[in-house]
């Protein structure tokens, strides 16, 4: 089982990296996010799901434990497979999913690409208290275990430490308490923020 990857970015495509790991290059589909900041020739660390099928093998990769184990119990779910599970990753947080799946509402998972009513329906009702209950916390600025995970996160993806750090305190001044408080989410409103910048952001 492989259950983490850390190598060298050799490609970077919409939704997937090749990571060179002790000569041998990984292709690991991820969010279209941590695609679109993955710096070639930078380090890369990802947490990973291995897939086995008859016909093939293949990896699917996100910075987060938290979005690993959501993927994972997404897998649970009749009828979705690694690409809808992927595909809601990237389209909602860990916490709207838990906030939807909390309030019976499918319309969330009705806006994923791939995702009809009737899946959608039936992932709200199957998550049914298999999920953490979204984060309620009233936090000022992000508490530092988040905000120090964050910066780590963005780190392993090629960025450099100040700049991570200025960009996860400038994005926690605008984010709701619950994104504030969860590393998921934070990670996620800080890739869209850095997007705009990747010619200053990296490291080198």
Not at 1 to 9: E, P, T
Not at 53 to 61: I, K, N, T, Y
Not at 146 to 153: C, E, I, M, P
Request: glycine fraction near 10%; aromatic fraction near 2%.
């Amino acid at each position: 089982m492989i259950s983490s990857l850390r190598g060298s970015v050799l490609h970077a495509g919409l939704d997937s990296v090749v990571l060179e790991v002790s000569g041998v290059g990984f292709s690991v589909s991820v969010p279209p996010d941590v695609a679109r900041t993955a710096r070639v020739g930078h380090e890369l660390f990802l947490h990973t799901h291995l897939i086995v099928r008859e016909d093939a093998m293949s990896l699917v990769g996100f910075p987060t434990a938290d979005e690993l184990d959501v993927f994972g119990t997404l897998l649970g779910v009749n009828g979705v497979g690694p690409k809808s599970a992927l595909g809601i990753l990237a389209t909602l947080t860990i916490d709207q999913i838990a906030e939807a799946v909390e309030a019976e509402d499918d319309r969330p998972f009705r806006k994923v690409s791939g995702i009809g009513p009737k899946i959608a329906k039936l992932v709200v009702v199957q998550l049914q208290g298999r999920l953490a209950p979204p984060t309620r916390a009233a936090a000022a600025p992000a508490t530092p275990d988040v905000s120090d995970q964050v910066v780590q996160a963005l780190v392993g993806l090629g960025w450099a430490e100040r700049v991570a750090i200025e960009a996860v305190d400038k994005v926690a001044e605008t984010a709701s308490d619950a994104d504030r408080a969860s590393v998921g989410s934070l990670l996620r409103l800080t890739l869209a923020a850095l997007g705009p910048a990747k010619s200053g952001g990296a490291r080198g």
